[in-house]
């Protein structure tokens, strides 16, 4: 069975930096696409930054490039995310998202990922 746990979040002040971690287990991830979504309530979840297969084909949402970057441990199955500069509009809950054999065209698409944890809060204050 697929399991997957998100960490890392926090309260941080506008300017701080966090690091996310995404730990899966019960599949062979090396090959799989993982990658963060957002939500805060009453608004749809939002794409965030993907690790494509292997650690390959970063990709990012327009609001976070520069601050934000992914990495992929995939020998522990660990998908992690950098974020530096932390702005008010970062706020949410970030979760993790995979899927064995993503369309790379609909990565940003929350509806296309198969497995997803239960998200882990992020808040920024000004």
């Known amino acids: 069975q697929v399991q997957v746990v998100e960490s890392g979040g926090g309260l941080v002040q506008a300017g701080g930096s966090l690091r996310l971690s995404c730990a899966a287990s019960?599949?062979?991830?090396?090959?799989?696409?993982m990658a963060w979504f957002r939500q805060t309530p009453g608004k749809d979840r939002e794409f965030v930054a993907v690790?494509?297969?292997?650690?390959?084909?970063?990709d990012y949402a327009d609001s976070v490039k520069g601050r934000f970057t992914v990495s992929r441990d995939s020998a522990k199955s660990t998908m992690y995310l950098q974020m530096n500069n932390l702005k008010p509009e970062d706020t949410g809950a970030y979760y993790c998202?995979?899927?064995?054999?993503?369309?790379?065209?609909?990565?940003?698409?929350?509806?296309?990922?198969?497995?997803w944890g239960q998200g882990t809060q992020v808040t920024v204050s000004s």
């Open positions: 998202a995979i899927d064995p054999s993503l369309i790379w065209g609909l990565r940003s698409i929350p509806r296309h990922y198969d497995y």
């Open positions: 690790s494509g297969r292997n650690g390959g084909n970063a």
């Open positions: 019960g599949g062979t991830f090396r090959m799989y696409t």
